[in-house]
């Protein structure tokens, strides 16, 4: 299982920026992806998640950023608006998967870091 991410990069303060992220690889289904950022020595915190039709936000991002899901291409996308210099970070995406049928189990898988930077 492999967790593509692309879309970061540098955007001016106000401007927008989407990420996307893909599941690839033999899985029944996904429960849950969605995206975290991490700075040097802090944890890696919620940005927003989806579960099923149900999207989830940090409360500093809530009404700026829109996370959505394509379930024919296990993609979501998160269009991330009004940025500022609190938002620049390494962004990770992860997915909750289901590996085999009639499995309650599922497995945590993360894609490689994107950077958003966000400038004056």
């Known amino acids: 299982v492999q967790l593509q991410a692309s879309g970061g990069g540098l955007v001016q303060a106000g401007g927008s920026l989407t990420l996307s992220c893909t599941v690839s690889?033999?899985?029944?289904?996904?429960?849950?992806m969605g995206w975290r950022r991490q700075g040097p020595g802090r944890q890696r915190l919620l940005v927003a998640s989806?579960?099923?039709?149900?999207?989830r936000y940090a409360d500093s991002v809530r009404g700026r950023f829109a996370i959505s899901k394509d379930n024919a291409k296990n993609t979501i996308n998160l269009e991330m608006n009004n940025l500022d210099h609190e938002d620049a970070d390494v962004y990770y995406c992860?997915?909750?998967?289901?590996?085999?049928?009639?499995?309650?189990?599922?497995?945590?898988?993360w894609g490689h870091g994107t950077q958003v930077t966000v400038s004056s």
């Open positions: 690889g033999n899985i029944f289904s996904i429960k849950q």
């Open positions: 992860y997915a909750d998967v289901i590996l085999l049928e009639n499995s309650t189990y599922t497995f945590s898988y």
């Open positions: 989806i579960s099923g039709d149900n999207p």
